[in-house]
């Protein structure tokens, strides 16, 4: 097939030298940081993918938080589809803990270290360098490729739910998730609820108990109760193929929620969040019905248990066909280039694709880099595996538009 000369087109130099100029622009968002780190790496990119020849748009969703979009239109009428890989990373930590600087972008037995080497700078660097790979190899498509490039994928996902607001996902026919997962092509991913459970209690001196209402003790109530929730969905749902289990897991505890806290204080409230993995087979507004009819039954079994339940985040689980042509474009690329099967698999978290599965687009997640480095320090992503995954963006990208 001719689309199989795009990967001859890939150059190396290019997709590592780009790589690393994006890890070398720190985009840890950390508020009250004039201008903004993903501000910078954004413009960066603005540069860049003009330097290409792309129409580039640059659009704030909140001040110094910027999302890129770039289109690669073939002039022809055709399908659309979309490559998104997000500009911010995580906090470095402690720099001790790194044996690389993690803004430095070093190259060390064929890997190059940093943070957002392998979550997704690297991957998101692949992706431009495919798109200048099929400028390259001049061959023919029908359509366009969008290259969506939004902030904050690492918090509350501002960016991508801008993106879609703004009409930018309407026509989109299908979307590579450009996230670190070996190249192995990612059909599913887990949803997620994010909740604040709040249980309140009356203030008494410790020792005096019973002058009070303790919401600690009500709280472990709770938190059991939830517990044995959990363990009946993964009794009723057993393990997922490629996600694992569902899980319901209290992350923070705190009490009292305001002011200091003393030995010898009964707090007046415990708060506790709680970060709940979903698979395929549950149903979001049903698990928020069994969540709230646990709080009516502990209220009935104690009538001075009084909770709320606040739900401030959800993302749906996601599931691609493996027939579907976003899907059939990849594998086929994959088989081509590596001259071995696809290993399918699903990712474990959510990612933006969960708000773009949402609003109607299939998705398929991958990209290079082990899956369980990222957030770690000594980030990496091995060269050769980079270079793999920018002739899979490419290939891809042809073999979606010129299917019919």
Known sequence: MAIDNVSSFVEESEVVSLTQQLIRIPSVFRPGVAGGNEEKVARFLVDYLRAMGLTVHYEEVVPGRPNVIAVYDSGRPGKTILFEGHTDVVTEGDIASWSYDPFGGAIEHN?????????TKGNLAAAICAVRAIQRSGESFSGKVILCIPCDEEGMMIGIKDFIKRGWADGVDGAIICEPEENQLCITQKGAMRAILRVYGKMAHGAMPLTGINPNTRMARAIVALDELEQREIA???????????????????????????????????MTTLDIRT???QDHDTLRQQMEAILQELSR???????TLEVIEERPWTLTQREDPIVLAVAESYKAITKREPVYNGVPGATDGTF?????????????????????????????????TTQLYARSALAFLTEK
């Open 111 to 119: 890997r190059i270290y940093g943070r957002g080497s392998c979550d």
């Open 236 to 270: 009723r749902l057993g393990k997922h193929p490629m996600l694992g289990y569902p899980s319901i897991t209290p992350t923070i505890l705190q009490a009292p929620v305001k002011g200091d806290a003393q030995i010898n204080v009964v707090p007046d409230q415990c």
């Open 279 to 281: 698979v395929p087979g």
């Open 301 to 307: 079994e104690d009538n001075s248990f009084k909770a």
């Open 356 to 388: 773009l599965h949402k609003a109607g687009i299939p998705i398929l997640t991958t990209g290079a880099g082990d899956r369980h480095i990222p957030h770690h320090a000594d980030e990496y992503v091995d060269i050769d595996q980079l270079v793999e």
